[in-house]
Each structure stands twice: as C-alpha cells, then as structure tokens.
C-alpha cells in the first residue's frame, strides 16, 4: 500500500514541478521549447494524475482512519520514547572487583556512605528504573529509582523525582525551572546518572565533597542567554539534608548558584567551563558510619571543564575527550569522632580536591581512559589529631587507567585499574570488571 | 562570590538585551542541505546555520553547547525529523527552552512529515539494529522532495514572516521552476542508470536508488548501524559479484575499509558520492549536488 502511496505522490509531483519550468526561464526561446514539452507531459499525465488523486485519496482517508484505530499502545510495537506515556527505561549493570587491601579509609575527610570503596567480589550495582514524560503542554516529568544493596538488604532509593518546565509553560525563554528531587547543576558529574560516568566509580572528590552526588529536593532556575556564545547561569534553594548538608533545621538550608559558558573551535572541537557554588548549613552531618559527625556551616566552590573533539567530526568513529574538575571547600563548625574519642572540636578550615581525565575512543567500539584524582586536606586542629579527619600530611590519590567496548549504545562492558593511596603507607590495587547495559528508553545524554 | 556572579549576570542581560535585535529570521538547520534549501526560498530575508557539516553523520552529533546557543536565538528549526536527530535534537530543544520552535508551531519544521517515507518496518526491536520506526529518513536524495518540502518551508516561511511572504513566494517560484529545468535534464540521464546494480555501506541511498531504478544488490551492514561483519561480507562477496554490481556505494563519513575491501576482491569500484552540500552552501548548490551524484554513477556504469 505504501509502495503505491510514492508512486502516487511522485507521480503527481513531478509534473507539477515541471508545470511552473517556464515562469522563470530567461531565454524565451528555450522557454517555449520547455513550455512545449511540459504541455505534452501535462496532457500525458493529466489522466493518470486525476485516477491517481482519487486513489490517494481514498488511501489517505483509510490511513488516517486506520491510524486512529491503531492508537491503543497495545497494538503497537515500536519502541518510541513517544509510544508508552511515561516512557520506561531500565539500566543494569554489574560488577566484579578485587582489592589487594582490606579496608580503605581516605585519611582527614569524614566520608559519607555512597563515598566509600565498592563492594569487593561480585555484585550489582545500582539499577536504575526511570519513567518520564511531559505531563501536559507546560511541564516534564521525571523519576528515577535506584534499586541498592546495603548491608545485605535490597533498598529502593528515590535519586531523582522532579518536574520541569517545557518551553510553552509561559516563562521567558532560555528560562527553565526545576522542582522536587534531582541531580542538581553542580560540576559535571553531578547532573550525570552514573552509568553515563566514563570510570566505574566517582573520583575522589566526588566520593568526599558530594558523598557521590548532591541531590538534595529543591528548586532550581537556569537561563540561557541569547547570544553567540553559549552561556548560562541559575541557581536553586535547598532543603539541606543530602550531603554536603546535614538535617536541616528549616527546611530551607541550602542554596547554590552557577554560570556556564561554551563553544566550539572550529568544525570539530568543542568546550565548556563552568563555575559553581554550594552553601549549606549543616545541623548535623553523620559520616564515617556515623562515627564521625560534623554541624556548622559547609561551602563548596567548584570549576569544571570539558573539551571534546572527534577528528572526523564524527564522535561515533573517534573521539578524544578530555574533563577536569576542581573543588574547594570551606568548613566552619564542629567536628567530632566518636571513634576516636575526640569530643566536640572547634574546626574552621578549607580543602580542595581534583581530578583530571582523558577518554580517547580509538575504533567505534572500544575507549581507553586514564584518570589522577587528588584531595587536600584541611590543616588537623589540634583537638583531631590521631582521628579520622587526621590526614597526618598525606594527600590521598588514585590512579586509575580503563578500557571499554560499547556493542551498542545500549550496552558496554569495562575493564578499570586503579591504585589508591588514601592513607599513608597504604596501596590498594583494584581490579574492576563491569557491565552496564540499558533497555526501554534510554533519553539522550547531556553534553 | 554570589553578589559577582549576580553583577556579571546583570551586565550580561544588559548587554544582551541591548543588542540590536536582528530584522533576519534565524533559521537552525539540522543539516546541510535544508540550510542550502532554506536560502533558495528564503534569500536575504532569512541567515541559516546548518548544525553539521558535510563530512558528519547526522545520526550522531554530540548536543553541543554551541548548538545550545543557536538553537535558543533560532525563530525557525528546520530538520528531517523521522528520528534522524532523536540523539540530540530534543535534548537541544529542551535546553534552549524556546517557545516559538517547540513541536506543533510553524517553526517546528521536520522535512519528512511532508513526504512519503520509504522502508517503514511493521515491527520494530533493537537486535535489528538501528531501525527508524518512522521509515527511512534520509529523504532529501530524491530530488522530487525537495519540491515538496520546498512549498512547506514557503507555507511555514509565510507564517512566521507574513510581512516578507511576497518575497518568499517569489523566491519559491524561481526555484521552482529552476528545478523543473534540472528534473528534465536529469530525466534524460536516468535511462542510462536503470537497473544499474549497486552496493550501499548504510541505507542512506534507498531515496536516491528509488528516483533512479537503480538496483540496490545489498547493504554492507548486516543491521542498520551496526558496523559491518566478516561473515556478512563474505557472503555479500559471492550475490555482489553474481549481480555484476557496477559500484559500491558510501557517504564521505562512512567508514571506508568494509567497502575498499569488497572492492579488492570482486573486482567493483568502491565510490564515495556526495551525501549533502557544504555548510555555508550558496544558492544552487543542491542543483549540483544530484549533477555530481549523477556523472560520478554515469562514469562507474561506464557512461560519461
């Protein structure tokens, strides 16, 4: 039937096409040769054209009906973001590691659960469940449902649950708003659900600073200004109870801001750096396994950069892509490590850490990666010598290189080598073997 | 800390907002050839950035922030649609947050609503590769659509700018009838091609195989997408040379070794024809695109 339906409408095309030749053809004679001939097409069409409108008629109206019977998502079977309201999608994706130390403590930080080394052997990691659509004209919808193992028991964990505005919602625009629960604008990695990450684990300033991820609920704006170049700025307010806060006493103890700007060099390069900032009030913040807690205030200040650039244009074929991130963070409040006994100790003092990484993709399939995190810790008062905010002088590093085959865009598996020094005198060698694998609607990642 | 980033963001609204506003319609093609084409109807009424460039595969862009950008000032996107750009499109609309472009306005415009799609699957799932549900969305090598989408892109054009809708209009005519001219000629040509059979890498050519009657003998890739295997080659080696294929078939970007290799051992010359116009195409550029398609399978099928 759809073979017909071309046939049909190029048939009726290209003699219409050819009807307006003569309008704009200088040379009159060759307009009268071309008028001639299209005169004879015409004729020789005419016939044709009249039987075959009628037929595309009747066909256009049995499509058009067929179509509105067909609309019940049971008798379709393609899979299309648009098909199923909301659309699903589901990522698995499972481990095997092996760790020549025991235990892995990252010296003169007080790390949150999410922070801490992976499981040893095999295991899987986080699955995510995510269902999302546009709720009307006005709004977009997403969750997503991370399904954990910790101590021994599967848990559902809320990651995200938010609401977005869709460019008809009457706002100015470049002018977005966001409410409920998400990963927040904050750095690079932070707005990426982890199965987009290029490393199977978080580098270390994410595992310190972020406790993995910020995602506290919220509001959060951003606009995108109207220019050349690509810059855009928000900032959001906070409850206050996902790490770096704390158990917010108001409901209302956080805020951030951040500025972006990018662009490309050339055809094939392209950058973006970022700016941001992250100020809590922490009532209390438990770490360490609740050993260690903290109240005061936190401020995180972060820098980001990101530049990719594929040889061909063609990121599918090749593609070099290279991303820094810097944190720095101030702390003014009360620490104490019932650990080691410490009491409640006075702290005011700020640390940074960073991270560098280059991903190169050498064939379609496969990447190479290599990546050197760093922290600097805060200066020990006196009172928390010898407890785990003690960094006694040394700066915990890793070194990680990895090496990934991606099937499909749905599917990759990932080899990574790390070597951690996070307290003095320690070197852990890691070995991780991973899968990370996608079905349902998967929606496209973020730049 | 904030109260700078508050000033700078200040100033740069200001800065912004005091910017001339610019009398041309800004129109944010997805590729080349509507670029190309949006100049043909809309002239110096209208400036247009093709958002790739030719030697790029539009089924796989990166939503770069530069995109962002344009797409936020753009008051027309103009693309194939039919999930061509499904991995980065909507991601760039979202984020430019502009509300004259969002589906269902007249600068929302996907080129292959307005045609008739060839190789629509019946059902669809992802072990057969990268299938569009939609049908195949690589429209624009059949000349007989451009007319099509032509007209529409004048309808939208007239919308969104009723006061130059004269301009368009005559813009449309003279393209029109310009490209009447050229299916003529190109008509003669076609007799010359028919059944001429040939080899494809990706099924990028199915419009352009349709409009000439050229016989396509088989694809390179096994499954859409998914890049092509030894075993499948091997086998393509034998019904290739049986069909006595006169050219295999491939776009600037498609990876070249599966075809130079079919090309060694049948004995068939490996041919990268011209997939699109160059970005900053300049008015009848289209027209040469399908001359060049035309002489370089003339000249493997032994015609001059």
Same mark, same amino acid.
């Given at each position: 039937?759809?073979?017909?339906?071309?046939?049909? &409408?190029?048939?009726?095309?290209?003699? &219409?096409?050819?009807?307006? =030749?003569?309008?704009? =053809?200088?040379?009159?004679?060759?307009?009268?040769?071309?008028?001639?001939?299209?005169?004879?097409?015409?004729?020789?069409?005419?016939?044709?054209?009249?039987?075959?409108?009628?037929?595309?008629?009747?066909?256009?109206?049995?499509?058009?009906?067929?179509?509105?019977?067909?609309?019940?998502?049971?008798?379709?079977?393609?899979?299309?973001?648009?098909?199923?309201?909301?659309?699903?999608?589901?990522?698995?994706?499972?481990? %095997?590691?092996?760790?020549?130390?025991?235990?892995?403590?990252?010296?003169?930080?007080? &790390?949150?659960?999410?922070?801490?080394?992976?499981?040893?052997?095999?295991?899987?990691?986080?699955?995510?469940?995510?269902?999302?659509?546009?709720?009307?004209?006005?709004?977009?919808?997403?969750?997503?449902?991370?399904?954990?193992?910790?101590?021994?028991?599967?848990?559902?964990?809320?990651?995200?649950?938010?609401?977005?505005?869709?460019?008809?919602?009457?706002?100015?625009?470049?002018?977005?708003?966001? %409410?409920?629960?998400?990963?927040?604008?904050?750095?690079?990695?932070?707005?990426?659900?982890?199965?987009?990450?290029?490393?199977?684990?978080?580098?270390?300033?994410?595992?310190?600073?972020?406790?993995?991820?910020?995602?506290?609920?919220?509001?959060?704006?951003?606009?995108?200004?109207?220019?050349?170049?690509?810059?855009?700025?928000?900032?959001?307010?906070?409850?206050?109870?996902?790490?770096?806060?704390?158990?917010?006493?108001?409901?209302?103890?956080?805020?951030?801001?951040?500025?972006?700007?990018?662009?490309?060099?050339?055809?094939?390069?392209?950058?973006?750096?970022?700016?941001?900032?992250?100020?809590?009030?922490?009532?209390?913040?438990?770490?360490?396994?609740?050993?260690?807690?903290?109240?005061?205030?936190?401020?995180?200040?972060?820098?980001?950069?990101?530049?990719?650039?594929?040889?061909?244009?063609?990121?599918?074929?090749?593609?070099?892509?290279?991303?820094?991130?810097?944190?720095?963070?101030?702390?003014?409040?009360?620490?104490?490590?019932?650990?080691?006994?410490?009491?409640?100790?006075?702290?005011?003092?700020?640390?940074?850490?960073?991270?560098?990484?280059?991903?190169?993709?050498?064939?379609?399939?496969?990447?190479?990666?290599?990546?050197?995190?760093?922290?600097? =810790? =805060?200066?020990?008062?006196?009172?928390?010598?010898?407890?785990?905010?003690?960094?006694?002088?040394?700066?915990?590093?890793?070194?990680?290189?990895?090496?990934?085959?991606?099937?499909?865009?749905?599917?990759?598996?990932?080899?990574?080598?790390?070597?951690?020094?996070?307290?003095?005198?320690?070197?852990?060698?890691?070995?991780?073997?991973?899968?990370?694998?996608?079905?349902?609607?998967?929606? %496209?990642?973020?730049? | 800390?904030?109260?700078?980033?508050?000033?700078?963001?200040?100033?740069?609204?200001?800065?912004?907002?005091?910017?001339?506003?610019?009398?041309?319609?800004?129109?944010?093609?997805?590729?080349?050839?509507?670029?190309?084409?949006?100049?043909?109807?809309?002239?110096?009424?209208?400036?247009?950035?093709?958002?790739?460039?030719?030697?790029?595969?539009?089924?796989?862009?990166?939503?770069?922030?530069?995109?962002?950008?344009?797409?936020?000032?753009?008051?027309?996107?103009?693309?194939?649609?039919?999930?061509?750009?499904?991995?980065?499109?909507? /991601?760039?609309? $979202?984020?430019?947050?502009?509300?004259?472009?969002?589906?269902?306005?007249?600068?929302?415009?996907?080129?292959?609503?307005?045609?008739?799609?060839?190789?629509?699957?019946?059902?669809?799932?992802?072990?057969?590769?990268?299938?569009?549900?939609?049908?195949?969305?690589?429209?624009?090598?059949?000349?007989?659509?451009?007319?099509?989408?032509?007209?529409?892109?004048?309808?939208?054009?007239?919308?969104?700018?009723?006061?130059?809708?004269?301009?368009?209009?005559?813009?449309?005519?003279?393209?029109?009838?310009?490209?009447?001219?050229? /299916?003529?000629?190109? $008509?003669?040509?076609?007799?010359?091609?028919?059944?001429?059979?040939?080899?494809?890498?990706?099924?990028?050519?199915?419009?352009?195989?349709?409009?000439?009657?050229?016989?396509?003998?088989?694809?390179?890739?096994?499954?859409?997408?998914?890049?092509?295997?030894?075993?499948?080659?091997?086998?393509?080696?034998?019904?290739?040379?049986?069909?006595?294929?006169?050219?295999?078939?491939?776009?600037?970007?498609?990876?070249?070794?599966?075809?130079?290799?079919?090309? $060694?051992?049948?004995?068939?010359?490996?041919?990268?024809?011209?997939?699109?116009?160059?970005?900053?195409?300049?008015?009848?550029?289209?027209?040469?695109?399908?001359?060049?398609?035309?002489? /370089?399978?003339?000249?493997?099928?032994? $015609?001059?």
């Amino acid at each position: 039937m759809t073979k017909r339906y071309i046939r049909a &409408v190029a048939a009726i095309a290209v003699p &219409v096409c050819l009807a307006s =030749a003569p309008v704009a =053809a200088a040379d009159k004679q060759e307009l009268q040769k071309i008028l001639q001939e299209v005169q004879l097409l015409k004729k020789s069409y005419e016939d044709r054209i009249a039987t075959l409108e009628n037929k595309l008629r009747g066909l256009e109206q049995k499509k058009a009906s067929s179509n509105k019977a067909a609309t019940p998502a049971s008798s379709s079977r393609s899979i299309k973001g648009n098909s199923f309201n909301p659309s699903i999608g589901l990522i698995l994706n499972g481990r %095997a590691s092996s760790f020549s130390e025991k235990t892995s403590e990252i010296s003169g930080f007080g &790390v949150g659960e999410e922070g801490e080394r992976g499981k040893e052997g095999l295991s899987i990691g986080e699955s995510e469940l995510n269902f999302s659509a546009n709720v009307d004209d006005k709004f977009y919808a997403s969750s997503t449902v991370a399904i954990v193992q910790e101590d021994g028991s599967d848990k559902i964990e809320l990651e995200e649950a938010y609401i977005q505005t869709l460019p008809d919602a009457g706002l100015p625009d470049g002018l977005r708003l966001k %409410a409920g629960r998400a990963l927040w604008t904050l750095g690079y990695l932070n707005e990426h659900h982890s199965h987009a990450d290029d490393f199977a684990d978080r580098p270390l300033p994410y595992r310190v600073f972020l406790n993995k991820s910020f995602n506290d609920d919220g509001v959060e704006f951003s606009y995108v200004v109207p220019a050349d170049t690509y810059i855009e700025f928000g900032g959001g307010v906070f409850r206050g109870d996902d790490f770096p806060a704390g158990g917010s006493a108001s409901g209302l103890g956080a805020w951030s801001a951040f500025a972006r700007v990018g662009g490309d060099i050339g055809d094939n390069h392209a950058l973006r750096l970022g700016a941001y900032t992250l100020h809590t009030d922490v009532n209390s913040r438990a770490t360490n396994e609740g050993a260690v807690t903290f109240a005061g205030k936190s401020n995180t200040y972060a820098a980001d950069l990101r530049y990719t650039w594929a040889p061909t244009g063609n990121p599918k074929d090749k593609e070099l892509i290279l991303q820094s991130e810097f944190f720095h963070r101030d702390e003014d409040g009360i620490y104490n490590d019932t650990g080691a006994t410490t009491g409640n100790v006075n702290f005011d003092g700020s640390s940074q850490g960073w991270y560098a990484q280059a991903v190169y993709k050498f064939a379609p399939s496969w990447r190479v990666g290599a990546r050197y995190s760093q922290l600097l =810790a =805060a200066d020990t008062p006196a009172g928390l010598v010898g407890s785990a905010l003690d960094s006694a002088g040394h700066d915990p590093n890793t070194v990680s290189v990895m090496g990934d085959w991606t099937n499909s865009e749905f599917g990759r598996v990932r080899v990574q080598y790390n070597r951690e020094e996070l307290s003095n005198g320690k070197e852990d060698n890691q070995f991780i073997l991973q899968y990370i694998m996608s079905i349902g609607a998967h929606g %496209a990642h973020a730049f | 800390m904030l109260r700078k980033l508050v000033i700078c963001s200040v100033a740069l609204l200001g800065w912004v907002t005091s910017t001339p506003a610019n009398a041309e319609l800004r129109i944010f093609a997805c590729e080349p050839e509507w670029a190309a084409l949006a100049r043909e109807i809309g002239g110096d009424k209208i400036t247009a950035y093709s958002a790739t460039h030719e030697r790029q595969d539009p089924h796989y862009i990166r939503a770069r922030p530069s995109l962002i950008a344009k797409i936020r000032r753009a008051d027309m996107v103009f693309c194939t649609g039919a999930e061509l750009e499904i991995g980065w499109l909507p /991601l760039l609309m $979202q984020r430019g947050a502009r509300a004259k472009i969002r589906a269902g306005k007249p600068g929302h415009f996907m080129a292959a609503q307005h045609v008739p799609l060839r190789e629509k699957p019946i059902a669809v799932d992802r072990s057969m590769g990268d299938v569009h549900p939609d049908g195949n969305p690589h429209i624009h090598l059949d000349p007989r659509n451009i007319i099509l989408i032509a007209r529409e892109l004048t309808k939208r054009l007239s919308k969104i700018d009723a006061q130059n809708a004269g301009a368009y209009a005559q813009n449309l005519k003279s393209f029109e009838s310009g490209w009447a001219a050229q /299916l003529m000629k190109w $008509q003669n040509q076609l007799h010359d091609l028919r059944n001429m059979p040939v080899v494809v890498h990706h099924r990028s050519w199915s419009y352009l195989i349709a409009w000439l009657g050229l016989k396509e003998v088989g694809s390179l890739e096994a499954k859409p997408g998914i890049p092509p295997t030894a075993s499948h080659l091997q086998a393509l080696l034998k019904i290739a040379a049986q069909a006595k294929t006169k050219a295999i078939l491939r776009t600037p970007f498609d990876q070249s070794a599966p075809s130079e290799w079919l090309s $060694q051992k049948a004995n068939i010359p490996a041919l990268i024809l011209p997939f699109t116009v160059s970005r900053e195409a300049k008015p009848g550029a289209l027209q040469l695109l399908f001359d060049n398609i035309l002489s /370089l399978l003339r000249r493997a099928n032994g $015609q001059s």
